[in-house]
């Protein structure tokens, strides 16, 4: 009678914050084209689908694939941006063109504040948590916008939101080839390696 073997099988996870970044930049581009005047405010209906058909699904994926790959950082930050996305959406969707709303201001405020917890927590890899903050202060702004109904600040908003575009982009990329290439290829601020190796299935770092 032969002995039978046990067989644990480990999938390796890629890191999911590149998607969520591009997705990120979809939105805070076509939100920034609309706050600075570059596009007329009855296109406002186009950035509120780009965010609620593109940016919160690609979102929500993201940190759905960082709770499977141990990533808190990735996992908490994708939820919270992509939960904020789809209520900026939908109010966009469903409100008169350029019109503000101090609910929607509160949220903002809110949700701003609250993204300091994944920046803070991911001060390991620099870039990745400098976008996350940046996302927080774009919300903040936009927030303040919504809550005093102020030109000045809704074109803040607007460059803080190309600022976040550009930034999101670089910290893609800079993930992506490194997750290509299995080396830092592009800095990302990263001092040093997680200490998360030794525990089967979980990356070395995300």
Request: a neutral charge; hydrophobic letters at 55%.
């Amino acid at each position: 009678m032969s002995d039978r073997e046990s067989r644990v099988v480990l999938r390796p996870l890629a890191t999911p914050l590149p998607l969520g970044f591009l997705a990120l930049a979809l939105s805070t581009t076509v939100f920034a084209a609309l706050q600075l005047g570059w596009i007329p405010p009855e296109q406002g209906r186009v950035a509120g689908l780009t965010a609620l058909a593109a940016t919160v699904p690609l979102q929500l994926l993201a940190s759905v694939m960082g709770f499977l790959a141990r990533d808190p950082v990735a996992a908490t930050g994708m939820g919270l941006l992509a939960g904020t996305w789809g209520v900026v959406a939908l109010t966009t969707l469903t409100s008169p063109p350029g019109a503000t709303s101090a609910g929607l201001g509160v949220l903002l405020v809110t949700a701003g504040i609250g993204m300091a917890v994944p920046a803070v927590s991911g001060l390991a890899k620099l870039v990745p948590a400098a976008v996350m903050a940046l996302a927080g202060v774009r919300f903040a702004v936009t927030g303040i916008h919504h809550l005093q109904a102020s030109a000045t600040w809704q074109t803040a908003a607007g460059w803080v939101g190309l600022a976040l575009a550009v930034l999101a982009l670089y910290a893609a990329l800079a993930l992506e080839l490194e997750g290509s290439h299995g080396r830092t290829v592009v800095p990302l601020g990263r001092p040093g390696r997680a200490e998360v190796a030794d525990e089967p299935g979980v990356r070395s770092q995300l």
